[in-house]
């Protein structure tokens, strides 16, 4: 698959920004999923990483393998992770690409008023920018997978974020909503990052 630029929902992107701003100056991400090019699903992910947390931002062989069975089971596609660089620029480090991500998501905390959310297309050691472009939340329907309900979006940006640190606390005192399932490749990949 060949993107010539990512969509996602204003809702997706604020939660994304606020979850790196609610984290800083540590680094945080998670996993971002959908179909047509359009960011459907996020799923955050707790810092994995046991020292320096503003430096490094690492997830688990289980984190991963829970994102694609998550994604899977929604019938969409994995896009990769996404993750903060609390100081520095929305660029793929020489870290990044060492994870043969094919796609990398970047928030630039640099300057923290204006956060910077930028998409990469990787190619071994080369990389070039994909755009992203926001759209607006009307008329989208937004699934509450726990709640297995439906219901159009609103500018409920606070609701959002108290459900996304939920989920982030959830995480922390490692209490998963979703069931761990047996791996489907044990090769032994993980992921993290140095900014």
């Known amino acids: 698959m060949t993107v010539d630029v990512f969509i996602i929902t204003q809702r997706h992107y604020e939660i994304i920004v606020q979850q790196a701003v609610k984290n800083y100056p540590e ?32 997830i688990t062989d289980d984190d991963i393998l829970r994102a694609h069975r998550f994604f ?16 520095g620029i929305a660029e793929p480090s020489k870290q990044d690409l060492r994870t043969r991500q094919k796609y990398h998501f970047i928030v630039s905390l640099k300057d923290l008023k204006n ?7 990787v190619s071994g050691s080369t990389y070039a ?19 297995k309900t439906t219901q159009i979006t609103a500018s409920s940006m606070a609701e ?16 998963n909503t979703y069931p761990l399932l047996d791996p489907i490749n044990q090769d032994g990949s993980d992921f993290s990052t140095i900014a």
Not at 40 to 55: C, E, G, S
Not at 115 to 121: H, L, M
């Open 129 to 147: 920018r994909t755009p992203i472009k926001v759209i607006n939340n009307k008329g989208i329907t937004v699934v509450d997978l726990n709640q």
């Open 72 to 87: 899977e089971k929604h019938g969409l596609e994995f896009y990769g992770v996404y993750h903060t660089h609390p100081h």
């Open 27 to 58: 680094e945080s991400g998670g996993f971002l999923g959908g179909e047509n090019n359009t960011i459907k699903a996020i799923l955050p992910v707790f810092n994995q990483h046991l020292y320096d947390r503003t430096k490094t931002y690492a």
């Open 115 to 121: 956060p910077e959310f930028a998409a990469w297309t």
């Open 160 to 175: 959002e974020l108290r459900r996304l640190q939920e989920i982030i606390e959830n995480m922390q005192k490692g209490i």
